[in-house]
Structure formats: C-alpha cells, structure tokens
C-alpha cells in the first residue's frame, strides 16, 4: 500500500479536497496504478476506469457525496468513485470476488451509491426523479447523471431526455464520450456525437468557454455570449446542439482528462438554473497503452499480468464456449437460409453474434444497447418472412419483456432468442444473473422454452427452433460447453420431447441444462448407497413440458428430484408441480433452484452454489435426508 502515498491519504472525498494541487496533479496516476494491481488479479472493467480517473476525481472536487448524488449509468465505471469513498482496502483488491466489493454500484455498499445499477440506461430517469424529489422537498442539493455515448443507444435515455426540461430546472448530466460501446458504438447519436466534438463553431465557443471559465468565476459571462451569439446569428454560427431543443443547455467538448477545466464546468453547472450537459471527451483505458490499443478487449478483462498486460492464454484443449457453438451454428445455418439474420444488442464478441458479423455482414445488425427495439425489430422481420435470431444475454432480456408478449408471441412469429449467461454470472452479481427467464418466460403463450444439456444439444435446439414457426427461447449458461463431439449438422429435436438418459425406479431426477451432470452425479451416489437405481431426464423443453413422460413416472416412482438454473418460483419445478396437480397425481417433489432473494456476487459458481445448497454435496446430503425420513414411517418406506 505503501505505493500509493496520496491515495492512501483519502478516507473520504473531503480528504481529497484538502489535497494541495500537486497532490492533485499526481493522484490520477495512482488510482491508475492501484485499479491495474487490483484488476490484474481478478480482472474487471479495466478500460472504463482507466477512462475516468480524473472525471471522477474532478466530480468529487466539485460535489459533495453523498449530500450531492451521483448517478453513474451501468455503473462498471465506478472503481475510482469507490476509492475515494472509503473502499481502497482489502476489498478492492478483491473486487468482484467473495467478500470482495461489487464490481458495480450499490446503495448497500456505501451510502456515496446514490444508486446502484448494471444494466445500461438508467442514469438519466433515476436522477430526473432525485431532482424531482429534491425540488419537491425545497432541498437544494445537486444530482448528477454521468453517462456514457453508448447509453444514447438505449430507449429510456431517451425516455428521460424528453421529460427533464420539463419536470426540473436543476440537472446536471456528464456525457462521458470516449466513442466506444462494449464494441464501437453504433447508430445515429454516436455519428451525432462524433459531429459535435470536431464542430468548428462547438470548437470555437469550447474554447472561448475554457477562456471565460478559467477568468471569470461561475463563468455566468460564457452563458450570456453563447446565448447572445444564437440569437444573433439565428443558430447559424452556434448550431443548437439537440439537447438546446429538448430544453438542456449542452456545454463541450471537454478534456475529460484535464481536472481543472473540468472542476471549473463543474462549478458552473451547479449555478445553472438551467438543466444542463456537460460533453465530456475520455480516452478508454488511458494511461495503459494495451487497453488504449484494443479497447474492446480491455472493456472487461479477465487476470492478466500488470506490467504488461499479457493475460493468461486459454487452453487450447478446454471445450468451446457455448457462445462460440451458437454463433458459428448460426454462421453455418444462414449460408444455407437466406432467410436467417441475427441481432444484437451492443454485444457482438459476448453472445458469439460476430461470426455471422464476419461471415454475412449483410444479416447481422447491432442495434445498440437497444433490446426492447431489437425484439420489436425481429418481430418486424418475422412478419415480413425472414427468420430473426435475436442473441441476448438472459438478463438484458428482461428489458424487452412487452415486446416478447405484445409483438411476438400474441402474434405468434418465428422469432428464436439465443439467451447466453443464463444462470449466474458469478463475478457481476446480481444485476446479471439470469435466473428469472425460465419464469418469465413459461407463462407467455406460443413460447417454445428450452435449455441444452450440452454445446451439441445446443446446435440441435437452434436448428429445431429456426424450423419451428414459433417463438422459441433457448437458454445456455455463460462460459465453456462439455467437451462433447459437436455432429457436423444440427439435428431437429422433437418438440416437447425430454430426453430419457437412464431408466430406474424409485427416485426420478428432472434436470435442467449444467444440472444434467450434477443429476448424473446425483444418481451414481444414490444408487451406490441405495438399492435402487434412479431415472434419470435431460428435460430439454420447459414448455411444452413433456407431461406424458412425467406422467409415466410420478405413477412409477416414489419421489421426483428437480435441479434447475434459475428462481424455483415460476420454473422447471413450479411447471412439473403445475402439472402433477393437472392430472391429479399425488407424489413427494423434492425442487432444486435458486430462492427468493436477489444472488450475491462471487468468486465462482461452485462458491455460490455452495453457499446457497446447490452443490452435489447439499443437493445429495438434502435426498437423503428425505429418503430417511421416509424409511422411518414404515408405509411409506423405500424399498
Ligand atoms: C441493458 C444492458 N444491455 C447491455 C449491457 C452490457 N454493457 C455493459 S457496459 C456496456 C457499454 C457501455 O458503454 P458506455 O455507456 O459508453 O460506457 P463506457 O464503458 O464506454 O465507459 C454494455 C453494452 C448492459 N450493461 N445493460
């Protein structure tokens, strides 16, 4: 620790302001240092952070949390901010980790997180109501949306835009620009964005506006001149940036390295009685040329070597990604059907959508973080006959749940959703954990739900839910598949058909995706200690739910163990008791899933199942212990 002399010094943001200008001035170098130790053991958001270092140390110079409230959007950018709010311990070494700090926001880790997100989009609406309740309150503290470009890319931001003016005069946004998205950002406002920053005229009132702001303090003057030259001009000299139309006043292009220009904008804008925007230029991974050179890469790193930014080379024998399975099954199946297209939300590299990219750029659209559209957009295109394939993390679905009702499966169109990251995704939380869909999704009528035992089962479901003329949801969970032998051709599975791996007697285990191994496990030990051999089911289709096989077996056995990925409300085992009771069979459902309560982060799923029971030991330690307790009450005994 002993590297990090100034930053050490700050136990709270009012150290930081009583730092002497030198200190200051070498501050940003120290954080840098300090989030490259932390990230390159655990990795995290290395690029975003490395971005903002003086935005947020400027922030913090200016505001004074958590009187002022910030609102960060995603909130992955968030590292400094927690270093300067008393988190630069052990848990920031740990970030991301068990017993380590979230690798986002949240209003339960400090009370500097004025709120606590994941998910992009949020920071404009969830500040507009701060500042609604404060002017409510006559309070007169500030709020402040920062936001990066690729957040224009969502609806709600857009959604907010269109109600500040009207609803508040104190509004202070930061348009965190550095250009990119996870991949480079894309569609209309990054183009406008892009128009802004080399604007000659934005360029000349940039600079008189640095002039007037460093001479005069609260720079009030600058408001006057840029306001007197509009009118004068009739906007022809000072165009009005589309946020003056939407009633905020837009200041910039700024140095988003330049702490000082930056503190003075900001000073400004808290005596403006105006909503307002402040364009913020950062550079993606500043101050570590690897990350500065492939920003992409760097968005979100995994561990890697802090001198040089090597990372640890993946072994060329593990098993392919489940995402990799999907997007060159995809590639493969649109050469031959010129009806396929595949959309994604802003995540090319992530759900594996960028071998089609590669393959038929003329099939692959990238809407942005935009994944209400995208589902509407792919309904639109099933409407018109093409077969749409929509790539969407589990959890970012979850924005788009009206269009799936309203647009695709009231109107029954062929639109297939390949949901990666179903289950945990151990490191992010619980802003990403998708462990909901299967409930969300099973109650939608015309929804065809699915879920691969394996990468090969994978290519099978995506054939058989492109062919199916109905919507269909497959879900697979994040990271490497089994290692199993991929055929060359997808085949069609039959639908609403589970899998029979083997046939027993007494104990009938339903399994869901990765649980299939944990089952397999399950059953081995149970008829080791046991004498009897259990049933055990690769169920494939949540819905429709293979009933005449569960039928066959609730009259069969003695019991039914369920494992599954996601909130036992609402999921495979909800469907299998729903269905029990539907046909009057009586018998003993013991439901493995995860429960009513939002999922920490992690170090790994093994750690997290652990804890809440879902490893081999507790789910195997929980049978029997039920077997037992039915052995005691003779009429009931096991044989
Ligand atoms: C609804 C939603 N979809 C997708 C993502 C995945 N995601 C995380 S950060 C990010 C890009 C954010 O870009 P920007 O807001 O410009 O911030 P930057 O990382 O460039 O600083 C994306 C697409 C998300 N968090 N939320």
């Excluded at 690729?150 to 109600?163: R, S």
């Excluded at 969300?440 to 394996?454: E, G, I, S, T, Y």
Aim: hydrophobic share 40%.
């Amino acid at each position: 620790m002993d590297d990090f002399p100034i930053l050490n010094k700050i136990q709270n943001p009012q150290d930081l302001r009583k730092l002497p200008p030198d200190e200051i001035a070498s501050l940003p170098q120290e954080i840098r240092d300090r989030i490259i130790q932390a990230t390159s053991q655990n990795g995290g958001h290395v690029g975003p952070n490395l971005g903002v270092v003086e935005l947020t140390i400027a922030l913090h110079l200016a505001f004074e949390t958590p009187k002022d409230s910030f609102c960060w959007d995603v909130s992955h950018q968030g590292y400094v901010h927690k270093l300067l709010t008393g988190r630069n311990d052990g848990r920031f070494d740990g970030i991301r980790q068990e017993n380590g700090l979230s690798g986002f926001l949240s209003r339960e880790e400090s009370p500097h997180d004025a709120f606590g997100a994941g998910h992009a989009g949020t920071c404009l609406s969830a500040a507009l109501g701060m500042c609604m309740a404060r002017d409510l309150k006559k309070d007169n503290n500030h709020v402040v949306a920062i936001a990066g470009d690729a957040a224009f890319t969502c609806g709600i931001t857009l959604e907010a835009l269109n109600n500040i003016a009207c609803s508040t005069k104190k509004f202070i946004l930061v348009l965190n620009d550095n250009e990119w998205s996870i991949a480079k950002n894309v569609g209309a406002f990054s183009r406008y964005f892009n128009e802004l920053i080399t604007n000659p005229v934005y360029d000349r009132l940039h600079k008189d506006a640095q002039t007037f702001l460093t001479k005069i303090p609260g720079g009030r003057s600058f408001m006057k001149l840029v306001s007197k030259a509009k009118r004068d001009t009739k906007e022809l000299l000072a165009p009005s940036s589309i946020f003056e139309k939407l009633g905020i006043r837009y200041l910039g292009p700024i140095d988003g390295h330049d702490v000082e220009t930056m503190v003075r904008f900001f000073e400004f804008a808290k005596d403006s009685d105006e909503p307002i925007v402040l364009h913020v230029l950062t550079r993606k991974g500043k101050g570590f040329p690897v990350a500065l050179k492939e920003p992409e890469k760097w968005h979100g790193s995994g561990p890697f070597d802090a001198k040089t930014g090597e990372s640890k080379p993946e072994n060329p024998d593990s098993p392919p990604k489940y995402q990799d399975v999907f997007g060159q099954c995809l590639a493969a199946l649109a050469v031959k059907d010129k009806s396929i297209t595949g959309i994604t939300a802003a995540m090319p590299a992530g759900t594996g959508l960028d071998a089609l990219e590669k393959k038929i750029p003329d099939r692959f659209y990238d809407v942005g973080i935009a994944e209400e559209h995208a589902v509407l957009m792919a309904a639109g295109m099933a409407a018109q006959g093409l077969k749409p394939v929509c790539a969407i993390y589990s959890t970012f679905l979850q924005r788009a749940y009206d269009p799936i009702i309203h647009d695709v499966c009231l109107q029954n169109l062929p639109v297939t959703f390949c949901l990666d990251r179903a289950g945990l995704s151990p490191n992010d939380g619980p802003t990403h954990h998708g462990v909901f869909d299967l409930s969300f999704l099973r109650c939608v009528p015309n929804a065809l739900v699915m879920q691969p035992k394996d990468e090969d089962e994978l290519q099978d479901m995506l054939f058989t839910g492109i062919s199916s003329g109905q919507p269909a949801f497959i879900r697979y969970p994040r990271g490497n598949g089994l290692g199993v032998t991929l055929k060359k051709s997808p085949e069609t599975i039959e639908i609403g058909k589970a899998e029979v791996i083997t046939q027993g007697e007494t104990c009938s285990i339903w399994a869901l995706g990765p649980f299939v191994e944990n089952a397999k496990k399950l059953a081995e030990k149970l008829s080791a200690k046991y004498n009897f051999e259990c049933s055990l089911v690769n169920v494939r289709f949540v819905k429709p739910l293979d009933v005449d096989l569960l039928i066959k077996h609730a009259t069969s056995h003695d019991f039914i163990v369920v494992l599954e990925d996601n909130v036992m409300m609402g999921g495979l085992g909800s469907a299998i008791m729903e269905s029990l009771q539907a046909n009057d069979l009586q018998i003993p459902v013991k439901s493995f899933g995860w429960p009513d309560t939002f999922i920490p982060h992690g170090s790994s799923i093994n750690e997290i199942r652990t804890k809440y029971g879902l490893d081999d030991q507790s789910i195997l330690t929980f049978v029997e212990n039920f077997i037992n307790k039915r052995q005691k009450s003779p009429e009931r005994a096991i044989a």
